[in-house]
């Protein structure tokens, strides 16, 4: 059964930054692609970012590209999303979610987040 | 990079049937069957129901249903329960991206 954990949320001023980290179990996490979502206080769904099962490709939203990072440790079963020039609208909670063995893969198994502001 | 579109909300009496439409256009929902739909309760992880337009996962139950038509994907949950009563959000696979859409809350009557 697939098992992640978020953490690294919490309250950031505009500006910051702030690293959260996805630990994951139950599978053979090397073997696939994994998913950062997002979802703002009373709003939907947002697919920001997701990335290749041996780090070699990743692909973002254009609302985050090139201020957020996403990356992995296969050896530690762990996946990051680094966040920089945090804005206001990056409030939400913060999914991580298991993919698929090829690129299409949609969000299949998923953790139960990790909230953070974004608040002076 | 638009976000699909669905109804704000739905709402049905328990054992009767409801769709929730999710429209897109010809470069993601229309372009292929990678479209899965979530349930999601309030305060919990989103849970894959459908994927690929109709297929469902070990353990999901035969009242949901998938379908698409063109632009537009519908779910369709059938003898609506008090426990079908969550928010439900389309995803489509969208040329290297992910679309969600909005999302439809469901209320049982």
């Known amino acids: 059964e697939v098992q992640l954990v978020e953490s690294g949320g919490g309250l950031v001023q505009p500006g910051g930054s702030l690293r959260l980290s996805c630990a994951a179990s139950?599978?053979?996490?090397?073997?696939?692609?994994m998913h950062w979502v997002r979802q703002g206080p009373g709003k939907g769904l947002v697919w920001i970012a997701h990335i290749k099962s041996d780090g070699g490709r990743t692909t973002y939203a254009d609302s985050v590209k090139g201020r957020f990072t996403i990356s992995r440790d296969n050896a530690k079963n762990t996946l990051y999303l680094q966040m920089n020039s945090l804005r206001v609208e990056d409030t939400a909670m913060y999914f991580c979610?298991?993919?698929?063995?090829?690129?299409?893969?949609?969000?299949w198994g998923w953790g139960q987040g990790t909230l953070v502001t974004v608040s002076s | 990079q638009s976000a699909l579109t669905q109804p704000a909300s739905v709402s049905g009496s328990p054992g009767q049937s409801i769709t929730i439409s999710c429209t897109g256009t010809?470069?993601?929902?229309?372009?292929?069957?990678?479209l899965s739909w979530y349930q999601q309760h309030p305060g919990k992880a989103p849970k894959v129901i459908i994927y690929e337009v109709s297929k469902r996962p070990s353990g999901v139950s035969d009242r949901f249903s998938g379908s698409k038509s063109g632009n537009t994907a519908s779910l369709t949950i059938s003898g609506l329960q008090a426990e079908d009563e969550a928010d439900y959000s389309c995803c489509s696979y969208a040329g290297n991206t992910f679309l969600f859409g909005g999302g439809t809350k469901v209320t049982v009557l």
């Open positions: 010809g470069s993601d929902i229309g372009s292929h069957d990678l």
């Open positions: 979610a298991s993919g698929g063995a090829l690129q299409t893969g949609q969000p």
């Open positions: 139950g599978f053979t996490f090397s073997k696939y692609w």
